[in-house]
């Protein structure tokens, strides 16, 4: 199954952009998600078999923390697949366009899948760096100069970042030389025999390359501009699927650190860069004018929440996972949905959308909806989340942290609000330009709230069993 899911994109791929025909190209837009869902439900059911040589599953593997991460990916792929066959008939994208966005797309799943399966540190490195080069395709996918600009701040600042991360693995490898290997099982069975000072060198090295991707502040300059330039569906996918990529790889690490008695070290970055991420939230929630560059803040705060959650432990991990699915679901599901908005109004500025639910209803309350979701009112799971890791504070005699924390995310709520209530109801002088959209345009957002609310209100064992073990990774 590994070799489907990082070799299968490729030859599809190239099957695409030698016919290039649509047809061609929406089946296999279509297919290659399809794929992941039944890889998925196999890796449920506890079925796996291996196609190519044994030797690709010593560098690649499925545990459960990956099995988790894979599929919060697969859903928001999917999703994100589907609603591309949308924007291509609303922005009547040529053929050959369609061909190298469904391409440079099976190219971006298929390196943030490695990223997920990777087992050795370098490699997983590799494969960040190649979410960077595929991904900036995509944002430039419009031909704008704004989007131009935006993937050239995305490159420039992301490979900085990585590079960063590179030095830190290279620290890493100084300190560990009695391990002899970057294997993160090695890694982790001998923690105790890398030296201390070359461990909590590297780890700042790498908690600065791999936060760069995660988009935590005060490095998290590229984020409002690539994922407000990107066309909708690839916003959903930076947001839900590549933050927790690079999130995926700060946790792995700290798996190491945790594994070598030097967790107070990165917990205290971890609490510091989630708060100061709640705050720079809070600060651009309320003087936001573009309502896609709103959304990219909400994810600053919510990447940061997860931060805090890391550093708080246990209670806090299991909380984060939890809040990880909350987060992507309905960060999906607001950046699809915003897609509507766009193709309706035609221009991203807050205050040139009002009354949306006049003009079509289903796209004003899925875009209230959405922000129920993500603002973290129950019966959804970021209610939950946020309970949780508030409930961990008080555990761990940190109370007082509620205090900023709520209050943070009041200010936050409270700007996301304003904004999304004023362009549902409001009315102004601004009036929608397109006509209306057809329903695939609503249906998988509709599906993601209906999944947000089951995880919410009764959440399946089946679920609740894969988050467990998700949070159990790190001990």
């Not at 942290?401 to 209530?421: C, D, K, N, R």
Request: hydrophobic share 55%; aromatic share 14%.
């Amino acid at each position: 199954m590994i070799t489907i899911l990082l070799f299968l994109p490729v030859f599809l791929g190239a099957a695409v952009l030698l016919i290039s025909r649509k047809v061609v190209t929406r089946t296999a837009l279509l297919l290659m998600p399809a794929i992941y869902i039944a890889v998925v439900l196999c890796l449920w059911f506890g079925i796996n078999w291996v196609i190519l040589p044994g030797w690709l599953n010593i560098y690649f593997n499925f545990d459960p923390i990956g099995i988790y991460f894979l599929t919060i990916m697969t859903v928001v792929y999917s999703a994100a697949s589907i609603y591309s066959l949308s924007y291509f008939k609303e922005h009547n994208v040529s053929p050959q366009k369609e061909a190298g966005y469904t391409v440079t797309m099976f190219l971006f799943a298929a390196s943030m899948t490695g990223v997920i399966l990777s087992t050795h540190l370098a490699l997983m490195w590799v494969f960040v760096e190649a979410t960077t080069l595929s991904s900036a395709l995509l944002i430039y996918f419009e031909r704008k100069k704004s989007s131009l600009e935006a993937a050239w701040k995305y490159i420039y600042i992301c490979s900085i970042g990585i590079s960063l991360a590179f030095v830190g693995i290279i620290f890493l490898s100084i300190g560990s030389k009695s391990v002899g290997s970057l294997f993160f099982s090695d890694l982790y069975q001998h923690a105790s025999q890398i030296n201390p000072f070359w461990l909590l060198i590297s780890f700042v090295f790498v908690f600065v390359g791999f936060g760069t991707k995660v988009g935590i502040a005060p490095i998290h300059a590229w984020l409002p501009d690539a994922h407000s330039e990107a066309p909708s569906p690839i916003s959903a996918m930076l947001s839900g699927t590549l933050l927790n990529t690079a999130f995926l790889g700060l946790i792995r690490y700290q798996e190491i650190m945790i594994h070598a008695n030097q967790e107070y070290f990165s917990n205290f970055l971890f609490l510091i860069t989630g708060f100061l991420s709640l705050l720079i939230s809070a600060v651009f929630m309320l003087q936001v004018k573009n309502y896609k560059r709103m959304l990219a803040y909400s994810s600053i705060e919510n990447m940061g929440i997860l931060f805090i959650g890391i550093a708080l432990g246990k209670p806090g991990i299991f909380a984060a996972m939890i809040l990880l699915v909350a987060h992507s679901f309905s960060k999906t599901s607001l950046f699809l949905t915003s897609g509507n908005i766009l193709h309706l109004y035609q221009t991203k500025k807050i205050d040139s959308v009002s009354g949306i639910l006049k003009k079509d209803s289903l796209t004003g309350w899925l875009w209230i909806i959405s922000l129920l979701s993500i603002s973290g009112m129950p019966p959804f799971p970021s209610f939950i989340a946020k309970f949780l890791i508030i409930k961990a504070m008080f555990m761990l005699n940190l109370g007082w942290l509620a205090v900023p924390f709520f209050i943070l995310l009041a200010v936050i709520v409270y700007g996301m609000s304003v904004s999304v209530f004023k362009m549902s109801f409001g009315e102004s002088e601004f009036t929608a330009t397109k006509p209306g959209l057809n329903f695939s345009s609503y249906a998988t957002q509709i599906i993601i709230l209906i999944l947000l609310l089951i995880i919410g209100t009764n959440i399946p064992d089946m679920i609740l069993n894969l988050i467990k073990n998700a949070a159990g990774f790190l001990n």
